[in-house]
């Protein structure tokens, strides 16, 4: 069974930065991929940034520049850097997974996602 687990989230004030980690148990495929995503109330996720199986990564073009995905490739451990943070990034941040074969452009569809986690809070204020 696939777990993910996301852990990280807080309160923090415009301009600061928090490191949103998301752990993973039972992904025995030999190939993935991974993704974060934001979801405000009353809104559909939205797709922030993806790695593929070619560990290449993809970001929305809002946060470039501002947030950082990276991997753990030998614990699938998925995290997320974010600096100079808005309010407007306040929303509950969710770690999805799907196995190959996946893509950036998969991945940014949240219809076309099969796993996820249970989504961590951060709130920014001004």
């Known amino acids: 069974q696939v777990q993910l687990v996301e852990s990280g989230g807080d309160t923090v004030q415009a301009g600061g930065s928090l490191k949103l980690t998301c752990t993973t148990r039972?992904?025995?495929?030999?190939?993935?991929?991974m993704a974060w995503f934001r979801q405000v109330p009353g809104k559909e996720r939205t797709y922030l940034a993806s790695?593929?199986?070619?560990?290449?990564?993809n970001y929305r073009d809002s946060i470039k520049g501002r947030f950082t995905l990276s991997k753990d490739i030998r614990t699938s451990t998925l995290f997320l850097q974010m600096n100079n943070l808005t309010p407007e990034d306040t929303g509950k941040y969710y770690c999805?997974?799907?196995?190959?074969?996946?893509?950036?452009?998969?991945?940014?569809?949240?219809?076309?996602?099969?796993?996820w986690g249970q989504g961590t809070q951060v709130t920014v204020s001004s």
């Open positions: 790695i593929d199986d070619r560990r290449d990564i």
């Open positions: 039972g992904m025995h495929w030999g190939d993935f991929c």
């Open positions: 999805a997974v799907d196995p190959y074969p996946c893509s950036h452009g998969t991945m940014a569809q949240e219809s076309l996602v099969d796993f």
